[in-house]
T-cell receptor, first 114, second 114 residues
Framework: GENVEQHPSTLSVQEGDSAVIKCTYSDSASNYFPWYKQELGKRPQLIIDIRSNVGEKKDQRIAVTLNKTAKHFSLHITETQPEDSAVYFCAAWEMDTGRRALTFGSGTRLQVQP | KAGVTQTPRYLIKTRGQQVTLSCSPISGHRSVSWYQQTPGQGLQFLFEYFSETQRNKGNFPGRFSGRQFSNSRSEMNVSTLELGDSALYLC?????????????FGPGTRLTVL
């Protein structure tokens, strides 16, 4: 089945700096890659997603890049703010025959220091 | 539009008991997926229901089961509870089944098994 690896597990940046979180996936047939933000005690919320027919997508301070050949995708947050502090999860939609599921990475705890 | 709701929010059970969790999707959403979230294993897919049929299933034992009703509400049942079943159980709804559809998460049910 699909395996998603996420790095780093923790990331501390100064307010205003950029943050980058990287994920790799194993199933070359995966075609949908969402990113979720989960604040402490709250539900995961989708912040951005990308499909396999696109290499990059941007939404204000957040961008995601996808390299299908290398099977990795990354989340970029620019001009970080304290409210960006949360756990971020990447995920990949597995299209393997007989089992279709969203497989999550292990999460990255981002701390933005004011 | 009301979001995804889950009941109960907190539950304490003892080993060997069974438990039923409920999830009401966003109005109009027909797909409901269930996830288990633990500090050690992260977010893991349990199963997905669409139009009252289980479409996909993760790698969990048969003690974990679910169903979906004609109004798209879904229930998850765990029988013969074990200590390791203590977790946050999240459900997520989407308009359609399958990959590429944005999933909206509920607040979760925190299950503690003593």
């Amino acid at each position: 089945g699909e395996n998603v690896e996420q790095h780093p597990s923790t990331l501390s940046v100064q307010e205003g700096d950029s943050a980058v979180i990287k994920c790799t996936y194993s199933d070359s047939a995966s075609n949908y890659f969402p990113w979720y933000k989960q604040e402490l005690g709250k539900r995961p919320q989708l912040i951005i997603d990308i499909r396999s027919n696109v290499g990059e997508k941007k939404d204000q301070r957040i961008a995601v890049t996808l390299n299908k050949t290398a099977k990795h995708f990354s989340l970029h947050i620019t001009e970080t703010q304290p409210e960006d502090s949360a756990v971020y999860f990447c995920a990949a939609w597995e299209m393997d025959t007989g089992r279709r599921a969203l497989t999550f990475g292990s999460g990255t705890r981002l701390q933005v220091q004011p | 539009k009301a979001g995804v709701t889950q009941t109960p929010r907190y539950l304490i059970k003892t080993r060997g008991q069974q438990v039923t969790l409920s999830c009401s999707p966003i109005s109009g959403h027909r797909s409901v997926s269930w996830y288990q979230q633990t500090p050690g294993q992260g977010l893991q897919f349990l199963f997905e229901y669409f139009s009252e049929t289980q479409r996909n299933k993760g790698n969990f034992p048969g003690r974990f089961s679910g169903r979906q009703f004609s109004n798209s509400r879904s229930e998850m049942n765990v029988s013969t509870l074990e200590l390791g079943d203590s977790a946050l159980y999240l459900c997520a709804s989407s308009l359609k089944a399958g990959g590429g559809n944005e999933q909206f998460f509920g607040p979760g049910t925190r299950l503690t098994v003593l």
